[in-house]
């Protein structure tokens, strides 16, 4: 069935005359544009709907971006659609703007269902381009575990992402569900929805950190998942951990619940495997791969680390400031000219012999030597409240969730480098940010300091937080998004299962460490900034030796206590900076090499 058109104009490069084009996109973002998709292999089609609300600056954003592509790309072309049509009423599109990528054709089996909901700004930029390429080869590029999972769907699914600009983990997460709407149309609707655009759309699903799943009415999911396990996810409407135990499997054995054969997986040899594609991951590979040794760095979640959710870097040498997230694109960059470098690939195990098998989802990596450098996670506040109210007013990510709370009322617990960054960047964003600190004095950096007080962020010293407080409000009706909740500390990373508690946070319960007093304060989000914790376990259970903040024990090479491991960056405690990182990476790295060419735990003679 062909599209109607009616009420509808469309756009291509074909017999334009767009010399004296006014252009939205750039002179500078045309060329790469024109250079990136200059090999599209076949053609695709941007669907554009709006209400004609001239007020609405993302409906002229959304119609113009996708006009612009339309004239500089020869395979893709646009049609714009009023909101009333009836193109409008088959796609059941009710939001203004709204954005299809598809092909056009009339096949079922090439009636792709890709919606962007929202100006596709910022971050999700990055989706709407991986989208447009995948969609023009017509492949989803799943893994062969994950088209395994899929091929048992018997029942359409919507899976909704909400998504904001500045989330660097939000693309993965929808290009996941992207995938599954290309490899099975007509039971597969992917949806990104920009959470900043459609604040009701975002109450009513209880949207308060991003990336945030919403599978169907009932089941849902907080943070960028393993492509296997979202796919899992969505087939099922359960979450691996719920798997695990109707199976009887322990916590940690992903793989099993995912039905991956260890026997059936690809081989891939290398000299190096790095675990973690941060700043210390990324310079272990260059500087190893520079040496001669084939190396693959393995990342779980995105190239990075936690440099991706930095606002702004003003003391990387070279730079006199950068956003995180360009910093991260220089060094990726950088890497990905030597080494190979594969993001969404968790580790489910180790095994240590004559080679060192590193087991992940996709393929067993074996190699001569590895890297850890894990980094490190966000410490919580273990404040009654905080696990109940995650996603819903508690956050570790101000570059993610912070667009979310501008006009609102929010508290930044901490009183280091991130605390003060992430409330500089609150403020920036339109929030009414108040600091709050268990001491009298900030040990963040000067420079920091000043930069608060200039911006007036009131701080509250002296004080720490007892418990965070909220509403309990009834579950929304059937069909409105079903019922929330966190499901507490037994609930899996990441994974939030239904429940009839959707409270929100309403503030905290803090109390002053000198008097003693003990006091209420509105607020409409907690953001937290106490430090973190390091990402050893798997190194542990190797017999890794630990200290005793639990970061990984290393000598002056960057060595373990066990021949052919080292570790690198956050993991290895010490002083947590993206320089010393990097330094890190480079050492571990070099040592590698030399113990590989002259192995020391080897007698002489051997």
């Known amino acids: 069935m062909k599209p109607d058109v009616s009420n509808s104009s469309v756009s291509n490069s074909s017999g334009k005359d767009i010399a004296d084009r006014d252009w939205f996109i750039p002179e500078d973002g045309r060329t790469q544009l024109t250079q990136l998709f200059a090999k599209l292999p076949n053609p695709v089609v941007l669907d554009v709907f709006s209400d004609g609300d001239a007020k609405n600056a993302f409906n002229d954003y959304t119609r113009r971006f996708a006009e612009d592509l339309s004239l500089i790309i020869d395979k893709i ?34 009636d792709y269902r890709i919606r962007f909901t929202g100006a596709p700004l910022g971050e999700e930029g990055r989706a709407l381009v991986e989208s447009i390429f995948l969609v023009s080869l ?24 909400f998504t904001s600009p500045g989330c660097p983990y939000c693309p993965g997460q929808f290009m996941h569900a992207a995938k599954c709407a290309i490899e099975r149309p007509g039971l597969v609707e992917a949806e990104c929805v920009n959470s900043d655009e459609f604040p009701d759309l975002s109450r009513k699903y209880g ?161 001569k030597a590895l890297v850890f450098a894990t980094g490190a996670q966000w410490r919580k506040l273990d404040a009654p409240g905080e696990g109940r109210f995650y996603g819903r007013g508690v956050s570790y990510c101000a570059s993610c969730d912070g667009f979310m709370y501008r006009g609102k009322r929010v508290a930044m617990i901490g009183g280091g480098n991130s605390a003060l960054t992430d409330a500089l960047h609150l403020k920036n964003l339109g929030a009414d940010v108040t600091i709050i600190h268990r001491r009298d004095g900030f040990r963040a950096e000067k420079a920091l300091q000043d930069s608060l007080e200039r911006e007036s962020i009131p701080v509250i010293w002296d004080t720490v937080v007892e418990e965070i407080l909220g509403d309990t409000v009834a579950p929304v009706d059937e069909g409105d998004g079903g019922e929330e909740g966190k499901g507490g500390k037994g609930a899996a990373p990441g994974t939030a299962p239904a429940q009839g508690d959707t409270g929100v946070v ?77 330094g890190s990476g480079a050492t571990a790295a070099l040592a590698a090499f030399e113990d590989t060419q002259n192995p020391y735990w080897r007698k002489k003679g051997e």
């Open 207 to 367: 949207v308060g950190s991003v990336p945030h799943t919403q599978y169907d009415d009932t089941h849902k999911a907080i943070g960028l998942l393993p492509e296997e396990r979202f796919v899992l996810e969505m087939v099922t409407l359960k979450s691996a951990e719920e798997l695990m135990r109707e199976h009887g499997m322990e916590p940690g054995h992903e793989h099993g619940a995912l039905g991956i054969d260890p026997d059936g997986l690809d081989v891939v040899e290398a000299d190096l495997v790095v675990l973690g594609a941060g700043p210390a991951g990324l310079s272990a590979a260059i500087y190893a791969e520079r040496s001669g040794m084939k190396t693959v760095v393995l990342d779980k979640a995105v190239v990075g680390g936690q440099v991706t959710v930095t606002p702004v870097v003003e003391n990387y040498p070279g730079f006199t400031d950068i956003a995180g997230l360009k910093l991260v694109e220089v060094l990726s960059a950088h890497a990905r000219q030597y080494a190979t470098v594969r993001e969404n690939e968790a580790v489910h195990e180790i095994k240590i012999g004559k080679l060192i098998e590193v087991y992940t989802s996709r393929a067993v990596y074996l190699c």
């Open 138 to 161: 017509r492949q989803s590029g799943l893994t062969e575990t994950s088209l395994r999972i899929l091929s048992e769907l018997k029942e359409p699914r919507r899976p909704r992402v």
């Open 506 to 582: 309403r503030g905290i319960r803090a109390r002053n460490v000198k008097t003693g007093e003990v006091s209420e304060i509105p607020f409409d989000g907690v953001f937290v900034a106490i430090g973190h914790i390091p990402n050893s376990e798997q190194a542990a259970e190797l017999g890794v030796v630990l200290e005793k903040d639990g970061s990984i024990k290393v000598d002056r090479h960057m060595r373990t206590n066990i021949p052919r491991i080292y570790a690198a960056g956050d993991v290895t405690g010490g002083v947590r900076q993206i320089v010393t990182a990097v």
């Open 77 to 110: 072309s646009m049609r714009h659609h009023a909101l009333d049509s009836e193109e409008a009423r088959r796609l059941d599109v009710t939001l203004s703007p709204t954005m299809f990528v598809g092909t056009g054709e009339a096949d079922p089996a090439l």
